[in-house]
């Protein structure tokens, strides 16, 4: 099953100059496989505080076991979709 994720946040919440912050975000790319997680791909618009992840998974449980310990750092979007 495959996951669009996109996290945001405004400027007055951004992390970006926060190194425990930055290191957490980080991360779920590494952390991704011990939740059985495939990480397609992680894209970035810094001007819009905006991150998207192509993630494919099993369950939904796997995805939420993934992001809980970065939840509180912005708004997540999480989409199952399905390969066209």
């Given at each position: 099953?495959?996951?669009?994720?996109?996290?945001?946040?405004?400027?007055?919440?951004?992390?970006?100059?926060?190194?425990?912050?930055?290191?957490?975000?980080?991360?779920?790319?590494?952390?991704?496989?011990?939740?059985g997680?495939?990480?397609?791909?992680?894209?970035g618009?810094?001007?819009?505080?905006?991150?998207?992840?192509?993630l494919?998974?099993?369950?939904?449980?796997?995805?939420?076991?993934?992001?809980?310990?970065?939840?509180?750092?912005?708004?997540?979007?999480?989409?199952?979709?399905?390969?066209?």
């Open positions: 099953m495959f996951f669009v994720v996109k996290h945001s946040h405004d400027y007055s919440t951004c992390q970006a100059h926060n190194p425990e912050s930055v290191a957490a975000m980080g991360d779920l790319v590494t952390r991704a496989s011990d939740h997680i495939t990480v397609h791909g992680r894209y618009n810094r001007l819009e505080h905006t991150n998207f992840y192509i494919e998974a099993s369950s939904m449980e796997d995805i939420d076991a993934l992001f809980d310990p970065v939840l509180e750092m912005g708004n997540w979007d999480i989409t199952p979709v399905v390969k066209k």
